[in-house]
């Protein structure tokens, strides 16, 4: 199964932004753990990551075109508003994970609702790096 790994903004700060909520690990350190648990499963991945989320949509957009099977995404901030995003996910029509490093019901309100979980299979959250390799095995039962 081809699976691609999809981050929104500030993603690429992992390490450095609020470790107190997000620990010092980084996005490295976060797609390198994606890459041994993708290779026992015999999966293979790619990753983007942008704060754009014009760019997350056409990513969306020209990897389905290209034969990606699954998507496991953290659009940060835009899960909690993009209807484009939610919307390019469902026009995928292809399984997706939505995957929060913090526990979006415990953060501020805000925060507690995601508007792009609704074209997923399933929402993680609050799993740190671990929601990622679940996430993967979940999308190995499909």
Do not use: W
């Not at 026009?91 to 997923?120: N, Q, W, Y």
Request: include cysteine; hydrophobic fraction near 45%.
């Amino acid at each position: 199964m081809k699976i691609a790994i999809l981050h929104g903004p500030n993603l690429d700060r992992l390490g450095k932004r609020q470790p107190e909520i997000y620990g010092r690990a980084t996005l490295q350190d976060l797609e390198k753990l994606i890459r041994a648990e993708a290779k026992r499963l015999g999966f293979t991945v790619v990753f983007f990551q942008s704060a754009h989320e014009g760019a997350l949509v056409d990513r969306i957009h020209a990897l389905t075109d290209a034969g990606i099977e699954a998507f496991i995404v953290n659009f940060g901030a835009y899960s909690h508003t993009s209807i484009a995003l939610r919307d390019a996910l469902a026009s995928a029509d292809l399984p997706a994970v939505e995957v929060h490093i913090s526990d979006i019901k415990r953060r501020e309100k805000f925060r507690r609702h995601s508007m792009t979980a609704g074209a997923c299979i399933a929402l993680i959250s609050g799993k740190g790096f671990a929601g990622y390799t679940e996430a993967l095995n979940q999308l190995a039962k499909i």
